[in-house]
């Protein structure tokens, strides 16, 4: 879910750039922060599952 929501996140701040609107790289940072957050989520989760089955 997390990866989807910094998705969006992206693209409408991406969007938002280019379209100059004040926001935009507010939004596009706040994308970014959602991204690495969901990976590291994703790579913890994996390496946990394998460690304890």
């Known amino acids: 879910m997390l990866l989807v ?3 969006v996140f992206v693209f409408t701040g991406a969007l938002l750039k280019v379209l100059k609107f ?3 790289s507010i939004v596009l940072s706040v994308g970014l ?7 590291c989520t994703v790579f913890y989760e994996m390496n946990y599952k ?4």
């Open 22 to 24: 004040e926001y935009s």
């Open 33 to 39: 922060i959602i991204e690495v957050f969901a990976v």
């Open 50 to 53: 394998n460690k304890s089955s």
């Open 5 to 7: 929501t910094g998705i």
